[in-house]
T-cell receptor, first 112, second 116 residues
Framework: DAKTTQPPSMDCAEGRAANLPCNHS???????VYWYRQIHSQGPQYIIH???NNETNEMASLIITEDRKSSTLILPHATLRDTAVYYC?????????????FGQGTTLQVKP | SAVISQKPSRDICQRGTSLTIQCQVD?????MFWYRQQPGQSLTLIAT?????????ESGFVIDKFPISRPNLTFSTLTVSNMSPEDSSIYLC?????????????FGSGTRLTVV
């Protein structure tokens, strides 16, 4: 599975959009981009995933560049409860092991 | 998505003893995993729990230290054996369905282990 690079931390004002970048320049074939988040003292929570097209659900939007080498998770109206560590993970493809491997993630601090 | 019950939620144990953590899922799942999260760190995959056969361990983790059982498609246990203070961590189980690419993975709420 391809490796991802994320900034270690970001701040966002409450009510504004939070844009979390992820670099996955070695992504290949049919590998998917997944986003999870972990709120303090809880298990990780699935947010969204995508392959090539942009995706949106009730939690967030996922924008994947045309070359698929990077993506951005967008929380359109961040609230204090969105303060968490956000993990971008690439998985799948022809060598899919089914294992979810976590990097260090981005700590998002939403401020009032 | 699946609902996971993980027990115990926390425990304080004496060094040299063992603790067994249970992971119960409300539906049959194809894959079950165990993770460790040391204080202030990200999650590290310990092993894949295979139904009816021995677990598959990641580099740095061995069966003698972390024996795992998975007797059926809804239940697994992780034992932390001969504990030392370095084993103080949060241990989490995770499951995926056959249609993992549609639903993502579900995680339990974790077991917070403190070894004294």
């Amino acid at each position: 599975d391809a490796k991802t690079t994320q900034p270690p931390s970001m701040d966002c004002a409450e009510g504004r959009a939070a844009n979390l970048p992820c670099n996955h320049s070695t992504i290949s074939g049919n590998e998917y981009v997944y986003w999870y988040r972990q709120i303090h003292s809880q298990g990780p929570q699935y947010i969204i995933h995508g392959l090539k097209n942009n995706e949106t659900n009730e939690m967030a939007s996922l924008i994947i560049t045309e070359d698929r080498k990077s993506s951005t998770l967008i929380l359109p109206h961040a609230t204090l409860r969105d303060t968490a560590v956000y993990y971008c993970i690439v998985m799948g493809g022809s060598s899919n092991t089914g294992k979810l491997i976590f990097g260090q993630g981005t700590t998002l601090q939403v401020k009032p | 998505s699946a609902v996971i019950s993980q027990k115990p939620s926390r425990d304080i144990c004496q060094r040299g003893t063992s603790l067994t953590i249970q992971c119960q899922v409300d539906s049959q799942v194809t894959m079950m995993f165990w993770y460790r999260q040391q204080p202030g760190q990200s999650l590290t995959l310990i092993a894949t729990a295979n139904q009816g056969s021995e677990a598959t361990y990641e580099s740095g983790f061995v069966i003698d230290k972390f024996p795992i059982s998975r007797p059926n498609l809804t239940f697994s246990t992780l034992t932390v054996s001969n504990m030392s203070p370095e084993d103080s961590s949060i241990y989490l189980c995770s499951v995926s369905h056959l249609r993992q690419f549609e639903y993502g993975y579900t995680f339990g709420s974790g077991t917070r282990l403190t070894v004294v």
